[in-house]
């Protein structure tokens, strides 16, 4: 049996208008202790085209600052779980994280963004904030059947439409 893996906190103040949840972190982002931390995941990449910033040779503390400075929120929808590697079609025994906590944490929140299909399961846990839950491309290497631009592409809609883009 695996062992239980604990997540990280959320990246979220009074100023976070969207946040964007995922899943759980992967190995390499649990090792790093940072929010997509695989460097193939398309995350930062993504928001540095979106913002015109280049977060890639970023920092991770920068990177978070960016993430504020625009009003973006991090943490995902699972606080804990078991797990062999990275994918999420291998979490078992997952423990939510205290979803509700973010009108509280977040009283700027004014939308959700599940990244991806795994997170997108707790959409019911969200929608009862009573904000707009929008569910977008796994940002993954491992959502190899979306190309970085058709990936771009649905995340620069989401995001502009919130007012973080």
């Known amino acids: 049996m695996s062992p239980i893996l604990e997540g990280l906190g959320p990246v979220v103040d009074a100023d976070t208008r969207l946040i964007v949840l995922g899943s759980f972190p992967g190995v390499a982002s649990l090792r790093a202790q940072q929010y997509y931390g695989h460097p193939r995941n398309h995350f930062w990449a993504i928001l540095g085209a979106l913002w015109q910033v280049d977060l890639m040779s970023a920092a991770y503390p920068q990177r978070l600052a960016a993430a504020r400075a625009h009003g973006l929120g991090l943490w995902d929808v699972y606080a804990s779980c078991s797990r062999e590697g990275s994918l999420d079609s291998a979490i078992v025994d997952a423990q939510l994280n205290d979803l509700a906590s973010l009108a509280r944490i977040a009283p700027g929140l004014r939308a959700v963004v599940h990244n991806g299909g795994e997170s997108a399961r707790a959409m019911r846990h969200t929608r009862?904030?009573?904000?707009?839950?929008?569910?977008?491309?796994?940002?993954s290497p491992a959502n190899a059947s979306w190309s970085f631009e058709k990936k771009l592409a649905a995340w620069r809609a989401a995001l502009?439409?919130?007012g973080v883009a």
């Open 160 to 162: 502009q439409e919130h």
């Open 128 to 139: 009862a904030l009573g904000l707009p839950v929008l569910r977008l491309p796994s940002t």
